[in-house]
């Protein structure tokens, strides 16, 4: 799907989202109620209404799409979030101490040679260990299956770093300065991929980094709803051979692979 | 047996000199954590894959070392053993004091450690760390307890009670403890359930060494007679412990080795791994088990108080190894995100075989000595105010049956 009909699917489905939203409310249909708000809640939610399990937000990454060398996915990221060398943060931390919400790596098939290329980020576990360790409840998931921090309670302890098995979590070693509005980052905090919670609260139903990829031409990265059986991810999890990473450790990861 | 008279130690020169030392040392420490807190982490030599560093060897050097020292206090009030007795009020002392040192260091170390409230107020009960605050916290006031049941003579009756309660207290916290690496799964070096005996083990033999310390320290500047009697069921009782914590060591690793998944990790720590294989048999074994329980048991120096002394700060040295190589050896290991494949190049440098490096700076290491000096400073204003130590611990004094 490119960036132009996301955009434009979204905007009618807003004017929609309303009127069926009404509509149910009016007839209070029952039977027809969840098939409905799944639909709704899917691509666009009002601040005052709580986040449902109605939802959960998937990312599936195709590795045979993913170009070696190529990380627009990590730039776009970077410029959305407001991290990396471009947002004039981090400039004494050192290579292993900035942030890396996202970052690609190459692999090699030990017994076949093929080559791989794939972004590394937070997976999005349904059973996150960094939620089951973090002593104050600052690492948290969301009803949709988004997983954050709470910025406010994140004592800096990094337990949630070392039990994360994806090393997908990045603690701020300095001070932060103009960090954006919707991405709020603080010095002695950590923080990771929020899977662009800011664009699919505001029903953009995509992230920075498939938008970078769709405009660098090579369309790796699918977003959306993994519950909604009409939505394009689950139509591709249900027919193509996906993968989770460590699916050895049974976490049900919200990010999947194809390819590796 | 005699009645033991408990009195405090005078507060002469001496005493003013340690105290003076000892607040020196604790303020290093604490401008340390300024620059750390006032300019961030990056001063340090922590980072996104050692995410815990120096401060937290040190830390939970001393929270084990802390439940290891109420041992003596449990054999006399849990194992009745009377010539304990008499070391229960420093040994109940050593634990809060330690304990304290130890979580000021991880405190002052966090990243936000202005949100210690939060940490106090906010619990998910499914996280070991939130369990530990609420099982130190608990230890600190039971123990505090414990050692008002033993000072205040009306309270006498129920010494055991509370020597019970801080006993299976501590059993508990310990394994807690060690939980806090044992329930990693994702990381080869750590996710091991051997982890919670483990520590309770190297609380025994930790906690002892440095309360032996603290006990001949202060028996020699103190001029207090100290007898043979007691030292030799000390000295033969760590080195029952050091071995104890050798037994869990090997165990560890030879049971880490029948799986072949491990094999990277293993001979990572014991071989390929540089710094690691160097602490885990230079440190740990040599200088930390194998020097120590020849000390303690060769005829020749078996009751030397200079061999007890030696072999006291040894197991010391080698407790801080084994540790080192536990906490930061089992980070330095690469995660294996893709069994299968090779990495070949990552933005994020974890290539192939890279493990991570670690060099700790001088920041970090002040941070530690200060939490050990907290503990030191606080057991020295203690035993100066309050009765906490025996005028005499003389042979004739703790065993009426002993000979010479």
Redesign the interface.
């Known amino acids: 799907m490119s960036d132009a009909s996301l955009n434009n699917t979204s905007k009618t489905d807003l004017g929609r989202r309303e009127f069926i939203g009404n509509g149910a409310k009016l007839a209070a249909g029952v039977s027809l109620a969840p098939g409905v708000m799944l639909y709704g809640v899917a691509h666009a939610r009002p601040a005052d209404q709580a986040v449902t399990d109605d939802v959960r937000w998937g990312m599936l990454i195709d590795t045979n799409k993913c170009a070696k060398g190529c990380d627009a996915c990590v730039t776009g990221c970077q410029q959305e979030n407001g991290w990396g060398p471009q947002s004039g943060n981090e400039t004494k931390s050192n290579e292993y101490q900035a942030a890396q919400w996202i970052r690609k790596v190459d692999l090699r098939n030990t017994s076949t040679g093929s080559v791989h290329s794939l972004p590394m980020l937070c997976q999005h576990c349904e059973h996150p260990p960094c939620v089951d360790v973090c002593p104050t409840g600052a690492s948290m998931k969301r009803a949709d299956g988004i997983v954050l921090v709470d910025k406010h309670i994140c004592i800096g302890c990094r337990y949630c770093m070392m039990a994360c098995p994806y090393k997908a979590r990045s603690f701020i070693h300095e001070p932060i300065v103009n960090p954006r509005t919707h991405a709020p980052r603080g010095m002695g905090t950590v923080e990771s991929c929020t899977l662009c919670v800011h664009k699919l609260d505001a029903g953009e139903g995509t992230t920075a980094c498939a938008e970078a990829c769709n405009s660098a031409g090579h369309q790796a990265i699918l977003v959306g709803d993994l519950k909604d059986p009409n939505s394009e991810i689950a139509k591709k999890v249900a027919s193509v051979a996906t993968t989770q990473v460590r699916a050895d450790l049974g976490l049900n990861t919200g990010v999947r692979y194809r390819g590796i | 047996m005699k009645k033991t008279l408990f009195t405090q130690i005078e507060g002469g020169k001496g005493f003013y000199a340690l105290l003076a030392t000892l607040a020196a040392v604790i303020l290093i420490g604490m401008f340390a954590v300024y620059q750390m ?1 006032h ?4 001063i340090t030599g ?7 560093g120096m401060p937290h060897i040190f830390a939970i050097f001393l929270i084990v070392a802390a439940s290891g020292a109420l041992n003596v206090a449990s054999i006399g009030s849990v194992f009745s053993k009377k010539i304990y007795k008499p070391l229960a009020p420093l040994s109940a002392l050593l634990a809060i004091a330690l304990l304290i040192g130890g979580l000021a260091i991880l405190v002052l170390d ?4 202005d ?2 409230i ?2 106090m107020t ?3 009960f ?5 369990w530990n ?1 609420i099982l130190y916290n608990g230890f600190i006031a039971l123990v505090a307890v414990y050692l008002w049941t033993m000072m205040e003579k009306r309270m006498n009756r129920y010494t055991t009670i509370a020597g019970y309660a801080a006993f299976i207290w501590r059993l508990i916290l310990t394994t807690g403890t060690g939980s ?1 690496f044992g ?5 080869e070096g750590y996710d091991a359930a051997i982890m919670a005996p483990m520590f309770i083990l190297m609380s025994f033999s930790f906690g002892l060494a440095f309360f032996m310390l603290v006990l001949m320290k202060t028996y020699k500047w103190t001029g207090r007679p100290l007898g043979d009697v007691i030292l030799r069921r000390l000295k033969n009782l760590l080195a029952i412990f050091v071995a104890g914590v050798l037994y869990f060591v090997v165990t560890m690793y030879i049971t880490n080795l029948y799986a072949t998944e491990h094999h990277g990790v293993v001979s990572f720590i014991l071989r390929d791994g540089g710094i690691y294989p160097i602490l885990m048999w230079g440190g740990y074994l040599l200088l930390g088990t194998l020097i120590p329980l020849a000390l303690l048991f060769h005829p020749a120096t078996a009751m030397c108080r200079k061999a007890m002394t030696a072999a006291s700060w040894l197991v010391i040295l080698g407790g801080f190894s084994l540790l080192y190589v536990i906490i930061i050896g089992g ?1 330095a290991y690469p ?1 294996n ?2 069994p ?11 290539v192939g075989s890279g493990f ?1 490096a670690y060099t700790p700076t001088l920041n970090e290491i002040l941070l530690g000595f200060a939490g050990i000096a907290i503990a030191l400073a606080m057991t020295a204003v203690a035993v100066n105010a309050l009765r906490f130590l025996p005028e005499s611990l003389a042979d004739e004094e703790v065993d009426p049956h002993a000979k010479g």
């Open positions: 807190e300019n961030g982490h990056w922590m980072n996104n894959q050692i995410v815990w966090l990243g936000r450690p949100r210690l939060i940490a906010y619990y998910n499914k996280s070991i760390f939130a605050i806090i329930f990693l799964v994702a990381r980070q995660l995100l893709f299968g494949y090779e990495v070949i190049s990552s933005f994020e440098g974890d991570y």
